[in-house]
């Protein structure tokens, strides 16, 4: 029976699996360059011998299944190289004693993929002629395993390097994109026969990164003194009487980094408080959960500014107010009213690139993948569409946007519209 070694960071339960602790594992999944796709391993584990489907063969070729020699996976890791992500993998199969005069020891490799090069239909031979590989046609053995050979091993070991990959632009057309292999060690005779050793899986997805759902809660109110209700939830009220309330709902979101999106809604009711009941600030806690990466997963606490005002004949004057430390955007509702306003943001991150190649004897297996592991942060960047009842002002603009602009002018007319209806003036 074969021996596999498979390093400790591949889970492979089986009873013929030597574990090893040879393998370089850098990550299960790498971010693009621009942090808005993921590429995710598949989890490998050993395939039998006589799982090789012989129907995939070129024509005059037979296989039989065989026993001994030891394979060692000795890296796995997902990885970019500029805008194509996918998985890379280095593999060493030593028969024990080098083959018989007229043999040879080749790979050979069956991939399923739902986006397949060529026009190909899985699954199918990973044996296409490749220019920079000099593989021969009609053959079964996979394209690069001459170029990518170690120079200096022994006649009865053969190593495998392979960097699968596709651009991140694919997942427009699937998404999930999916990509795995079953890779066997084989020895070929003159006669074009094929005895075939157990093997390994491999694999990995590639889905969007930047897609998941946000949640809110609010906490510490301020001054202790006030008169609140809903703290920890995503409804706060505070004053006694007819109290103000703010609730957060958040939203399913489908970004791309450093792009303006909508975090959620807040909702605003100003209503009628006791002197000294009120609060005068709140911090909104928003959860950011990745659908596909929660590994980057994180929170984000905004203290909330609240400006009770004294209500007088002035509708305008009289508004509530909620604004957000420095962003320079306020929400204002008017007495007695609810209004709603969505809240904008940005994801944004920094990267922290990690060379994550492996050198295997020629420069076609020198690709050097970049594995980049960013943080993303998250910035709210103003209000827009504000409801009904609620406008939006400014003091300080970050950067040119029409839809503020537009939103906050248009509002204002049309509450001064409704300030002068009440005065009996159309």
Known sequence: ???????????????????????????????????????RLVPSGTVSANSLNTSLLPAGWTANTGTGGTLTVNSYNAGF????GGAKITALFDNGTAPSPKQYLEWVQVLDTNLSLGGKTSPYLDNAINPKCGNAANQPFY?????????????????????????????????????NAKLYPVIANASNVLTVYDGVSWGWTMKKATVGEVTGSFTDPSPSSAV??????????????????????????????????????????????TSGTAADSVTLNTQINFDNISEKNFALSSKFTLTNTLNNDDPIASAD????????????VLEGNTASVNVLAKLMTDLSRTLTGVKSGTALSNERGIHPSPNYRLTIVGF????????????????PSNIYSTVISGMILLLMRIFWSRRGIA
């Not at 022994?154 to 999930?176: C, E, G, L």
């Not at 309330?245 to 999106?261: C, E, I």
């Not at 107010?321 to 204002?332: I, R």
Request: aromatic fraction near 10%; proline fraction near 5%; include cysteine.
């Open 81 to 84: 190289k500029g805008s194509s």
């Open 228 to 273: 609140v209700s809903g703290v920890g939830t995503s409804t706060f009220s505070w004053g006694a009487g007819d109290p103000s309330s703010l609730s957060f709902a958040g939203t399913s979101f489908d970004t791309k980094p450093n792009t303006v999106f909508k975090l959620g809604t807040l909702t605003f009711h100003n209503g009628t408080i």
């Open 321 to 332: 107010q909620v604004s957000l430390g420095s962003l320079g955007y306020t929400f204002n």
């Open 1 to 39: 029976m074969k021996n596999i070694n498979v390093a400790t960071c591949i889970s492979l339960i089986t009873f013929n699996v030597v574990l090893s602790s040879s393998c370089v594992r850098a990550a299960d999944f790498a971010l693009s360059p621009d942090s808005s796709a993921v590429v």
């Open 143 to 179: 394209s690069c395993t001459a170029a990518n050979l170690t120079s200096g091993l022994p006649a009865s070991q053969i190593n495998f390097y392979d960097f699968s990959r596709r651009d991140q632009s694919s997942i427009a057309k699937k998404n999930p994109l999916t990509w």
């Open 384 to 399: 827009s569409d504000p409801t009904i009842g609620g406008f939006v002002t400014t003091r300080i603009v970050p950067e």
